[in-house]
């Protein structure tokens, strides 16, 4: 049974979604936001090679560990939601269309 609170993101969803990045989890969440949101996916590559451009002037390796950051806290954000959203719909039956993409794109169900 659905709770109001389904799809909202919770503590939890956070925690899990900064655990996924420090085990270096964000080329795998990427993949999925291209195949799933190729539009965000790109305004977020996009919005990080911009940062990294404001601070050159300071090096490579600042606007690598900027780009790298932003990346980080962006996608975070993003699973995050991803969670609560599995969350929400985890009760779909296996062959309706999210269910079949959720699958494809190696969410698991909780």
Same mark, same amino acid.
């Given at each position: ?7 909202? +993101? *919770? =503590?939890?969803?956070? !925690?899990?979604? &900064? ?11 990427? $993949? ?6 190729? $539009?965000?996916?790109?305004? +977020? ?8 451009? @404001?601070? $050159?002037?300071?090096? %490579?390796? +600042? ?10 806290? @962006?996608?975070? &954000? +993003?699973?995050?939601? *991803? ?17 079949? !993409?959720? *699958? %494809?794109?190696? =969410?698991?169900?909780?």
């Amino acid at each position: 049974m659905r709770k109001t609170t389904d799809g909202i +993101v *919770n =503590e939890d969803d956070l !925690l899990d979604a &900064i655990r996924e990045i420090k085990r270096g989890e964000r080329p795998q969440i990427m $993949k999925r936001l291209w195949a799933t949101e190729p $539009k965000l996916a790109g305004y +977020v590559e996009a919005a990080a090679e911009h940062m990294a451009g @404001t601070v $050159k002037q300071y090096g %490579d390796a +600042v606007a690598a560990a900027v780009k790298n950051d932003l990346l980080n806290f @962006t996608v975070t &954000i +993003v699973r995050a939601i *991803n969670h609560a959203h599995e969350r929400l719909w985890r009760d779909l039956p296996p062959s309706s269309p999210l269910a079949r !993409l959720i *699958n %494809d794109n190696g =969410e698991q169900k909780k």
